[in-house]
């Protein structure tokens, strides 16, 4: 599951892996960067600043009913309902609604029955948004991000789905509220401040009161830190380019040290974080620039899951959602030659499985492509073909 996306992404050129620190677990869902794709419009109503909570409003249930059979490892597997313009998901919770924004400026969230679009009375006092990033939702359905007006202008806000609650500037005037990244279960929101030209962490309670996240401490830190992730239980996740080229990856629960959990000396590696649990760790997609030549062409990617006890290199395959449990998913490479689409796949205890053979998907008119986002109750939502067309799933694992 995700949170942050505005502030979420390539975190830098990593090798020389190290770790260090600790974190303490604490309860609640885990947080992966979303993926994003415009999908097509397939018997949904609702335009775009608009409610919709018609149940299976484009919902679809795929035929023959999986888990039908004792032996089926699947109990539901359905293609979420679309907005018209399409929707770009973010983040899931452990009730399986989803967060995202539809047409890259409307939150919305979506469930296996409906979905709901922010209509500009609801998301009132914000003015009708013209670009949105949607950070996250937590398990009661709370959504939190920023949002850009036409006249230029960032609002940073709450969303319940019915009520929008400004998140409040610091009161200490050298800091400047950049961005939210996320809402955990206790609704704190995870920011991005600006110190001046150094970039500083912190969480807002509902209260409004920030607790801000305290320095690295590292000489060769060069700007600052930057906040990618927050799990539902408060671990943000996030990370800080040092003058030498590296970079140092920490977790932090407001109230506590932050702790660097990975760090780079050499830069080697692309990678990028793509999620958080609540036990502190941290999940890396790897892309390993060849050196031969000077080219840009990468080897195939591999995940790293770091944390405070080390760091365990994952199988080849594009690693992207985590939970509290370690399981892990992404996609791997079709082991047809001639296929480009690639295959979702579930890792759990130390074995990866293809979700489509696993899943025998094709029996019930899937082709699970892309698994972004894991909760802790098995529930997988990502990005596949279903009649024909491209369409997010919610997959629920028995």
Same mark, same amino acid.
């Given at each position: 599951?995700?949170?942050?996306?505005?502030?979420?992404?390539? =975190? *830098?050129?990593?090798?020389?892996?190290?770790?260090?620190?600790?974190?303490?677990?604490?309860?609640?869902?885990?947080?992966?960067?979303?993926?994003?794709?415009?999908?097509?419009?397939?018997?949904?109503?609702?335009?775009?600043?608009?409610?919709?909570?018609?149940?299976?409003?484009?919902?679809?249930?795929?035929?023959?009913?999986?888990?039908?059979?004792?032996?089926?490892?699947?109990?539901? =597997?359905?293609?979420?309902?679309?907005?018209?313009?399409?929707?770009?998901?973010?983040?899931?919770?452990?009730?399986?609604?989803?967060? *995202?924004?539809?047409?890259?400026?409307?939150?919305?969230? =979506?469930?296996?029955?409906?979905?709901?679009?922010?209509?500009?009375?609801?998301?009132?006092?914000?003015?009708?948004?013209?670009?949105?990033?949607?950070?996250?939702?937590?398990?009661? *359905?709370?959504?939190?991000?920023?949002?850009?007006?036409?006249?230029?202008?960032?609002?940073?806000?709450?969303?319940?789905?019915?009520?929008?609650?400004?998140?409040?500037?610091?009161?200490?005037?050298?800091?400047?509220?950049?961005?939210?990244?996320?809402?955990?279960?206790?609704?704190?929101?995870?920011?991005?401040?600006?110190?001046?030209?150094?970039?500083?962490?912190?969480?807002?309670?509902?209260?409004?009161?920030?607790?801000?996240?305290?320095?690295?401490?590292?000489?060769?830190?060069?700007?600052?830190?930057?906040?990618?992730?927050?799990?539902?239980?408060?671990?943000?996740?996030?990370?800080?380019?040092?003058?030498?080229?590296?970079?140092?990856?920490?977790?932090?629960?407001?109230?506590?040290?932050?702790?660097?959990?990975?760090?780079?000396?050499?830069?080697?590696?692309?990678?990028?974080?793509?999620?958080?649990?609540?036990?502190?760790?941290?999940?890396?997609?790897?892309?390993?620039?060849?050196?031969?030549?000077?080219?840009?062409?990468?080897?195939?990617?591999?995940?790293?899951?770091?944390?405070?006890?080390?760091?365990?290199?994952?199988?080849? *395959?594009?690693?992207?959602?985590?939970?509290?449990?370690?399981?892990?998913?992404?996609?791997?490479?079709?082991?047809?030659?001639?296929?480009?689409?690639?295959?979702?796949?579930?890792?759990?205890?130390?074995?990866?499985?293809?979700?489509?053979?696993?899943?025998?998907?094709?029996?019930?008119?899937?082709?699970?492509?892309?698994?972004?986002?894991?909760?802790?109750?098995?529930?997988?939502?990502?990005?596949?073909?279903?009649?024909?067309?491209?369409?997010?799933?919610?997959?629920?694992?028995?």
């Amino acid at each position: 599951m995700k949170a942050g996306w505005a502030a979420a992404g390539l =975190v *830098g050129i990593l090798s020389a892996c190290g770790g260090g620190g600790s974190t303490t677990p604490s309860s609640g869902a885990p947080r992966s960067t979303g993926g994003s794709i415009n999908l097509p419009t397939t018997g949904t109503s609702g335009t775009p600043g608009t409610s919709t909570d018609t149940p299976n409003a484009g919902a679809d249930t795929s035929p023959p009913a999986p888990g039908s059979t004792p032996s089926s490892p699947v109990a539901m =597997v359905v293609a979420y309902p679309n907005p018209p313009l399409g929707m770009f998901l973010t983040d899931l919770n452990d009730n399986g609604h989803a967060a *995202g924004f539809s047409d890259y400026t409307t939150p919305l969230s =979506v469930s296996a029955q409906n979905y709901h679009v922010a209509t500009v009375e609801n998301f009132a006092p914000i003015p009708v948004p013209t670009q949105t990033n949607a950070g996250s939702n937590n398990d009661a *359905g709370v959504m939190a991000g920023s949002s850009t007006d036409a006249a230029g202008q960032t609002w940073h806000w709450r969303w319940d789905g019915a009520t929008t609650t400004p998140v409040p500037a610091p009161t200490d005037r050298s800091l400047t509220l950049a961005s939210v990244i996320g809402i955990d279960n206790a609704s704190r929101v995870a920011v991005q401040l600006w110190e001046g030209s150094l970039r500083r962490v912190a969480s807002v309670d509902a209260a409004g009161r920030y607790t801000v996240m305290p320095a690295l401490g590292d000489a060769n830190d060069v700007n600052g830190e930057n906040a990618n992730l927050v799990s539902n239980g408060g671990v943000i996740a996030g990370y800080a380019r040092l003058g030498n080229g590296g970079t140092s990856i920490f977790t932090w629960t407001p109230g506590q040290m932050p702790r660097i959990v990975f760090t780079d000396s050499m830069g080697v590696c692309g990678c990028s974080i793509r999620s958080v649990n609540d036990q502190g760790q941290v999940l890396l997609d790897v892309q390993t620039p060849r050196s031969a030549g000077g080219g840009t062409t990468r080897d195939p990617a591999y995940g790293l899951l770091v944390s405070s006890t080390g760091v365990t290199r994952l199988p080849l *395959g594009n690693h992207w959602g985590l939970n509290n449990a370690g399981e892990i998913v992404g996609a791997i490479s079709s082991s047809n030659a001639d296929d480009r689409y690639p295959s979702g796949f579930w890792l759990v205890n130390g074995q990866i499985r293809d979700l489509n053979d696993y899943t025998q998907a094709a029996s019930f008119g899937w082709r699970f492509g892309l698994a972004k986002f894991i909760n802790n109750r098995k529930q997988i939502v990502g990005t596949g073909i279903f009649n024909g067309q491209e369409r997010w799933f919610l997959l629920t694992l028995k």
